[in-house]
Nanobody
Framework: QVQLVESGGGSVQSGGSLRLSCSASGFPFNKYWMTWVRQSPGKGLEWIAG????????YYADSVKGRFAISRDNDKDMVFLEMNNIQREDTARYYC?????????????????????WGQGTQVTVSS
């Protein structure tokens, strides 16, 4: 079955960096767009980045553009989120998602927890 396992979260000071990883299994990874989504306390889901099958198309939310970078390794079935200049508002649980549609991967359709395949998430907490 499809499995997505995130890692790399933790506590970081404002201005710091983290690299989140997501290991995928149970499906032909190189045939699917992948996405990172986050959820802050008391807030809804926020799509933050999407990557095409061959990594030739990258999409970012305005809130992270220029600071975060999504990438993938199709040989290892992994997707990554490089987070730089992390700010307090980036505190959230970060989820790796195999979305149901390309529009969800691109951020033009909001993510839904009852659609696609989700990992368990990894927590990022930012302190000043």
């Amino acid at each position: 079955q499809v499995q997505l396992v995130e890692s790399g979260g933790g506590s970081v000071q404002s201005g710091g960096s983290l690299r989140l990883s997501c290991s995928a299994s149970g499906f032909p990874f190189n045939k699917y767009w992948m996405t990172w989504v986050r959820q802050s306390p008391g807030k809804g889901l926020e799509w933050i980045a999407g990557i095409s099958m061959k990594a030739d198309k990258l999409y970012y939310a305005d809130s992270v553009k220029g600071r975060f970078a999504i990438s993938r390794d199709n040989d290892k079935d992994m997707v990554f989120l490089e987070m730089n200049n992390i700010q307090r508002e980036d505190t959230a649980r970060y989820y790796c998602l195999r979305p149901s549609t390309v529009s969800q991967a691109m951020g033009t359709t909001p993510p839904r927890q009852d659609e696609g395949y989700w990992g368990q998430g990894t927590q990022v907490t930012v302190s000043s």
